[in-house]
């Protein structure tokens, strides 16, 4: 049997990330073999990350990915706000966003897709043996124009790239790059903010229009008007939503005397082409994931054995 030194335990923590103890019991296990201990170690980490798979993920980072007229945005979770200052997490979800340029959005794919000289997948196990938490990829998203600019924000950002809320807005425009891109810039802030539900209110969901419309007759129905007023009351009620729910409509965060379709158009002569938005992704961490609330009482009756 090889005599397992102090330089070849060095060696490994290095190579791994793993803690001494962990390197030497995997040295011995292997006979000082060091691809193997890297293998009986990482074999160990998934086991660690299986055990740590039932909790629930939902903090993290949003990714944001932009090159030439494409941009990505991804979402990857961790159980703790504090795993989101690690600079190998970081490292993880800005390397994950680069993938998805080739890979493309869906999840599964994207896990199975090489990064190096491991796949996605085996980086993020990796990732979750060296740190100790849960880590997911929850989503992916791309958007891409054929001509003009993807213009992208991050909001409460760690790095750069990086952060809490992740906008994604294509400009389609044969208009000046540079132009286009601090114009994205701006579009993509204003969404962050304010959240739209669609760009105009010829895109927006049927279904959301008919819930909005049967809640303002229904309220005005009790009051006891007549349904050809209920009618003229809904159709202006519905301005006023499209003017809260939809992009172009909406207040420009930058300048509240105008709404976004007016700041677009003075924008033009300075862009030096029409500009039209052709669609947007925004991406808020850890939305619609829904949280365990730990019952510290029951826990402790649990460990004692109790019902």
């Given at each position: 049997m090889a005599e397992?030194?102090?330089?070849?335990?060095?060696?490994?923590?290095?190579?791994?990330?793993?803690?001494?103890?962990?390197?030497?019991?995997?040295?011995t296990e292997t006979k000082g073999d060091i691809q193997a201990a890297q293998d009986w170690l990482r074999k160990k980490g998934l086991s660690k990350a299986a055990?740590?798979?039932g909790r629930v993920a939902a903090e993290g980072l949003i990714g944001v990915s932009v090159r030439g007229t494409k941009g990505v945005l991804v979402e990857v979770n961790s159980e703790t706000d504090f795993v989101s200052r690690n600079d190998l997490f970081q490292g993880l979800v800005k390397m994950i966003a680069d993938v998805a340029h080739g890979a493309g959005t869906d999840v599964e794919a994207i896990k199975k897709a090489k990064a190096g000289a491991i796949t996605v997948e085996e980086a993020i196990n990796d990732t979750i043996a060296k740190i100790g938490e849960n880590m997911t990829l929850r989503r992916a998203g791309a958007l891409e124009v054929k001509q003009g600019a993807v213009g992208s924000y991050v909001h409460s950002s760690v790095t750069d790239g990086l952060g809490r809320i992740g906008v994604l807005v294509g400009l389609e425009s044969s208009g000046k790059a540079d132009e286009l891109k601090t114009l994205g810039r701006m579009i993509a802030m204003h969404i962050a903010a304010s959240n739209?539900?669609?760009?105009?209110?010829?895109?927006?969901?049927?279904?959301?229009?008919?819930?909005?419309?049967?809640?303002?007759?229904?309220?005005?129905?009790?009051?006891?008007?007549?349904?050809?007023?209920?009618?003229?009351?809904?159709?202006?009620?519905?301005?006023?939503?499209?003017?809260?729910?939809?992009?172009?409509?909406?207040?420009?965060?930058?300048?509240?005397?105008?709404?976004?379709?007016?700041?677009?158009?003075?924008?033009?002569?300075?862009?030096?082409?029409?500009?039209?938005?052709?669609?947007?992704?925004?991406?808020?961490?850890?939305?619609?994931?829904?949280?365990?609330?730990?019952?510290?009482?029951?826990?402790?009756a649990a460990a004692a054995g109790q019902r």
């Open positions: 397992i030194t102090a330089a070849m335990v060095k060696e490994l923590r290095e190579t791994s990330g793993a803690g001494m103890m962990d390197c030497k019991a995997a040295l055990k740590k798979a739209p539900q669609a760009i105009d209110a010829a895109s927006m969901d049927p279904n959301i229009v008919k819930r909005e419309k049967d809640v303002l007759a229904d309220k005005y129905k009790q009051q006891g008007k007549p349904a050809n007023v209920i009618d003229k009351i809904v159709e202006s009620g519905l301005k006023t939503f499209y003017k809260e729910a939809t992009l172009l409509e909406q207040t420009y965060v930058h300048d509240d005397k105008k709404n976004v379709a007016q700041a677009l158009k003075e924008a033009e002569s300075q862009v030096g082409a029409p500009v039209k938005v052709t669609g947007y992704l925004r991406f808020a961490l850890g939305e619609g994931i829904e949280k365990q609330e730990a019952d510290f009482a029951a826990e402790v």
